[in-house]
């Protein structure tokens, strides 16, 4: 539990609030100076939880009202059982003029509790903002999809499921979610089990970030304002981070607000995108698919497709077609990863036994047979007579990629379709246009030539007492 108070020395208490609880008391530390009246406050006013999932990394931004009194206040910050970085704390008075941030100070003994100064030139009420790092928050995407009678268009909904193991619990938080790597050179988890070492060079730990906070909305520049004030050393650490970062990174906001407990994981859905084009297609490859062709919907992550504005996070998709009945069917489920602008994606549903390929092997004929001059067989020649029986079930036309494996070397004799492309020296295909209900044949010879290697030079037999050491 993390808490937070703020008192005035020597006059009136300027206020006190609870960081993820609706009040809290905390008693001052030893040589506080004059009396401190303690003052409740509601609950936080805005949480932005900003999580990056490749390195165990939550940025949060919480939001308070405070009331300050002329002179020097205090504010008191207190965690415990909870994974915040320590090191990354930070206090934003927003640039109230009024109001210096005179000092931040970690109590000697303590391993959860920072003080900041704050000197008020006159009585003022301020927003201000907290910003931390801290671990246990973790995210992942998921989609359902629904396609139309005829399979032509999409309605896709995001779901994003949170899950919080931080020892926090978050109220009215708006959570942002990160696609893309980010590189710390320490991770956050260490640092919060480590605790607050007071060190000559305090700032040593502003480089552990990619990402300072703020630093995922600027330019690289602009982000480094945030590291002024650090040494020369560090600021050059971490510029080559941030510039790297901040060019991959993609942030989706999830609208609304929601209650993220402790323990607890939550789904999070994000507006349903409709319309989205995709092509229907078939494909069969007994190598990657075995006997039965394989269906797909494919589609581009572009604006022209009512997508594009941000990358597709992998997770898994759940498929449904409208049956025009008011019902659904379920087509398939299907794990898929990262997509970004601009590229393709598709999604591979299994089969759904309306489009079939049966093969058969007509007759196998060998020849030309080669021998050695001990009379063994060396090579020969096969001929295979092949025929694709193709069939789609569907009133609508579908396109199939048929793709065949020969072993090389080989070569067809005669073939019934001659459209087919030779991918490399042992793959065949087909893309072929599939009328509604038709029926289909393919039929090829192929020959093939066999050899087998020449025996090599029979090897020394060596039995009890036959061998001898070889002579000098």
Known sequence: MMRVHAANHGRAAVGCFALLAAAALLIPPAGAGARIDIVTVPSRDRTELTIYNSQDLTLVREERDLTFTQGRNEIQFAWTDTLIDPTSLQLDLRGAPELTLMDAVYPSGTRDMIVWEVEAGEDTSRTVEILYFISGLSWEAGYTATA??????????????????????????????????????????????????????????????????GAMTMEPAMAMRTLDSAPERVRREAAEIIRAAVSELHILAIEGEEEIRDRYSKELPSPIISEIPFDLSYEYDRRRYGNHPVKFYKFRNISENNLGKDPLPDGRWYVRVDDGRGGLRFEGRTEHDYVPIGDETELSLGSDGLVAVKERTLSVARRDFEFDTEGNVRGWKEDRTVVLEIRNSRDREVPLRLTHRLAPPWEFVEVSDSTYDIVDRETVRWDLELEPMEKREIQFTVRFEHSRPAPGPPRPQFGRGQWEPPSD
């Not at 399979?151 to 931080?166: A, C, I, K, M, P």
């Not at 070492?197 to 040593?204: A, G, N």
């Open 148 to 213: 139309n009678p005829d399979e032509t268009h999409l309605d896709v909904q995001q779901f994003t499921t949170v899950r919080n193991r931080s020892g926090e619990t978050f109220e009215r938080a708006e959570t942002r979610v990160v696609v893309g790597d980010v590189h710390l050179l320490e991770a956050i988890r260490e640092l919060a089990r480590r605790g607050i070492q007071v060190e000559k060079d305090v700032y040593r730990y502003t480089a552990a970030f990619a990402v300072p906070p």
